[in-house]
């Protein structure tokens, strides 16, 4: 594992900082990945990896970072970001942008990074997409049309390189404990006047046991991922949202 390379895109903070600390506890040499050097700089210094300043919405942004990177054995595509609100509402700019970070950043890292595993044999894509890519929720619209997207994505590359020794997976969480999902708690407080805890209360009703999913969590489930005795999991969407999906 200490010679193997895995890169992190949207690593700045939340979920992808710490996908970066859980592969570099085992072993792996993590390059991260975000639009503000503050944040990754001293991530990348603690792990004793590389950080590249881009942004996963611009295609001249993922040339240079995957010249920067050079090849990398694992690739975890983290980098997204939510929009809430009404589908007539949704201004044709937010559109374009959602689906430019969300999908075609995916697309385009993914492009990069894929010849490098296919020639050594060996090899992990893995997905961070959502709940929302498997089932949808109202105000979530596009949000939800890109991960479904990112899902069929997933699945369809899996069985495209099935038999290179490189698997293609994606981690499907529910609403996590993220700086993200805390503007969403905010906009609930602002919009209807609810305390705190109502509002983060109305988000986690969804999940069974009742709370918001942790970073370490999803974390865990992309380390497992990249595994070499994964290698058997292909295509497949785990989902981290404490059972309300099977509801």
């Known amino acids: 594992m200490s010679k193997r390379r895995a890169l992190v895109t949207g690593a700045g903070r939340g979920i992808g900082a710490e996908i970066a600390r859980e592969l570099a506890r085992e072993g792996y040499h993590v390059i991260v990945s975000s639009r503000t050097a503050a944040e990754i700089e001293p ?11 881009a942004d996963m919405a611009s295609p001249a942004d993922i040339e240079r970072m995957a010249a920067a990177a050079g090849s990398v054995d694992v690739l975890v595509n983290n980098a997204g ?8 509402k ?5 559109w374009n942008w959602l689906v430019q970070l969300n999908l075609t950043g ?4 993914t492009q990069a990074f894929l010849p490098h595993m296919l020639e050594q044999g060996w090899g992990r894509v893995i997905n961070v997409s959502s ?9 979530l619209t596009a949000y939800a049309a890109t991960k479904h997207a990112v899902i069929g994505m997933t699945r369809a590359l899996a069985d495209e390189v ?25 906009k609930i407080m602002a919009t209807t006047g609810r305390s705190r805890e109502s509002a983060v209360e109305a988000m986690t009703v969804t999940n069974p046991q ?32 404490g059972g309300g999906l099977r509801r």
């Open 90 to 94: 949704i201004k044709m700019e937010d």
């Open 43 to 53: 991530l990348a210094l603690e792990l004793g990896g590389q950080a590249i300043v």
């Open 131 to 139: 709940v929302a890519g498997l089932s949808a929720q109202k105000y």
């Open 81 to 88: 970001t939510a929009i809430s609100a009404p589908l007539h």
């Open 210 to 241: 009742g709370r918001l999913i942790e970073s370490e969590e999803v974390a865990f489930a992309v380390a497992f991922l990249a595994h070499e005795r994964a290698r058997g999991i292909n295509g497949t969407c785990l989902v981290i949202d």
């Open 162 to 186: 099935a038999t290179k020794g490189v698997t293609v997976n994606a981690v499907c969480p529910g609403f996590v404990d993220t700086p993200m999902v805390q503007k969403s708690v905010d």
């Open 106 to 109: 995916v697309m385009l890292c």
